[in-house]
């Protein structure tokens, strides 16, 4: 009885953060890089990433190679950039410079993790991140997982 | 046919070749991935002031800047900025003019050969391809890069890429230019053909190191060829925290009263987080634009931050002594707004 009321307890507190909003923000673990079953593209490492959604990469394993995020509010957007960028670098400022020095244009957005995989297997050249939970419809979506190496 | 027919005629025979051989978006891409146009413009309102007898201080605004970005497809853009500025030297001097900023056609083939014709910026260093106060984290940009010593635009073509090796990036900018200097009117290249190699290896957002080399020789007098070898480094102390970064310009002049010109500075950068950094610099060298070829230092402390998306903040103090002059104190404020 006493149990019960715990776990009870439990399920109250979890309710009312949850109304709250206070949900667990998305981590690395969170997500899976994923490109066109299409690509040559198995392994690419956390510089290679960076590289590619700072405009600066263009080609890898020989192919073209472009990148696409969700939109900025989305928190799977946040959950990559901290996995790709060092902390404290501003996205956005690094994108208002870049305009303004006729640089490279920022990556497509797209509102959903939908819309990147159909991107993706529409573009075979675009490289693009889903929910980690996602991993077994991948291959439903002509996409395929790739292996993310280190620095 | 002179060295400046056949200068144009390369010019205008690539600018062609990039138009008819820039082929449509590969099969990987859809038809139309980035918008054709990109127009944009920004503004700033500056305030300066100093201790020095007979000062007065300087509260307007400095700079008006609008350009556009015009995509064909994803080889092929183009770019134009026309730009006034207003802002004062050491002395509190100041002109104000519009210009011209940029002009130019961009080809990027592939990750190791672009193309540039046109008006376009002096990729040498780290600073001077950011010489505008709105890219800049201080007010006073540093000596060597406030008299223009290299000039920050360069009217010709250049050659651009990167390599890969691992996880580094080597990057270079190979230029050839009719260069015009359009702030010191006694720069040691006022107009000029000249040519400039700039290589850099960099592992982002830890180390970027580089050297530029550069040869100009003005066709109106033989004796005033100029060579200037700027080596720079840029280390992450602590990722994404502490910055350092250094720069040294050394040209070798053959004019009759001087060999020739140094400067250099040498700056720690602490971010406090995305958005706001504390900045000091050290500045050591010959100050043309300001106090006629005389040594200047200065030690600078700025701190910025930047306010949702559309306005970045300034405030700056520091500490100048000139050759033969008592030290004096200097503190600025400077908003700028991108719209």
């Known amino acids: 009885m006493e149990r019960l009321g715990g776990v009870a307890v439990l399920k109250h507190v979890l309710s009312l953060l949850l109304l709250l909003g206070l949900s667990t923000p998305l981590t690395a673990q969170d997500l899976i890089i994923v490109v066109s079953k299409k690509s040559p593209i198995k392994e690419i490492s956390l510089f290679q990433l960076r590289e590619i959604y700072l405009g600066n990469m263009k080609r890898l394993a020989g192919k073209t190679v472009r990148p696409i995020h969700v939109k900025p509010d989305d928190p799977l957007r946040h959950a990559f950039e901290d996995l790709v960028f060092p902390a404290n670098f501003d996205a956005e400022e690094y994108w208002q410079n870049s305009k303004l020095q006729g640089g490279p244009d920022p990556p497509p957005a797209v509102r959903g993790w939908g819309l990147v995989s159909a991107y993706i297997a529409k573009n075979p050249g675009f490289v693009g991140y889903l929910p980690a939970e996602k991993i077994t419809e991948v291959e439903a979506m002509q996409l395929k997982v790739v292996t993310v190496a280190g620095d | ?339």
């Open chain 2, 1 to 339: 046919m002179n060295w400046r027919g056949m200068f144009w005629l390369v010019w205008w025979l690539t600018a062609w070749g990039c138009l008819l051989h820039a082929q449509e978006n590969p099969d990987e891409l859809p038809p139309q991935q980035e918008r054709r146009w990109q127009l944009g413009m920004w503004a700033d309102l500056l305030f300066l002031d100093n201790d020095r007898e007979g000062n007065e201080a300087f509260f307007k605004p400095a700079h008006l800047s609008f350009y556009a970005k015009y995509r064909w497809n994803d080889k092929l853009s183009f770019f134009g900025e026309v730009a006034g500025t207003r802002e004062p030297d050491i002395g509190g001097v100041y002109e104000s003019d519009a210009n011209l900023e940029r002009l130019y056609l961009q080809y990027e083939w592939r990750d190791e050969f672009n193309l540039r014709l046109g008006k376009i910026d002096n990729q040498m260093g780290i600073v001077k391809p950011i010489h505008w106060l709105v890219t800049l984290d201080t007010i006073r940009r540093p000596i060597l890069e406030d008299n223009s010593y290299l000039p920050a635009k360069i009217t010709g073509l250049e050659l651009f890429g990167k390599f890969y090796l691992r996880d580094h990036r080597l990057a270079y900018s190979f230029s050839l230019s009719d260069s015009n200097n359009e702030i010191v009117d006694d720069s040691p290249i006022v107009r000029a053909k000249g040519a400039g190699l700039d290589v850099s290896i960099a592992k982002s957002r830890l180390y970027r190191a580089g050297t530029a080399v550069v040869f100009y020789r003005d066709p109106r007098d033989k004796d005033r060829n100029v060579t200037g070898v700027l080596p720079y480094v840029e280390w992450w102390v602590l990722p994404g925290r502490l910055l350092s970064r250094s720069e040294f310009l050394n040209m070798r002049l053959e004019t009759a009263n001087r060999d020739h010109i140094q400067a250099f500075y040498t700056k720690l950068k602490w971010q406090f987080n995305k958005r706001s950094y504390l900045n000091l610099r050290y500045d050591r060298g010959d100050d043309q634009r300001s106090v006629a070829g005389r040594e200047r230092t200065a030690g600078t402390v700025t701190l910025g931050t930047r306010i949702g998306n559309r306005w970045r903040l300034r405030v700056e103090g520091s500490t100048n002594r000139i050759e033969d002059e008592a030290r004096f104190a200097e503190w600025s404020a400077w908003a700028g707004w991108l719209f």
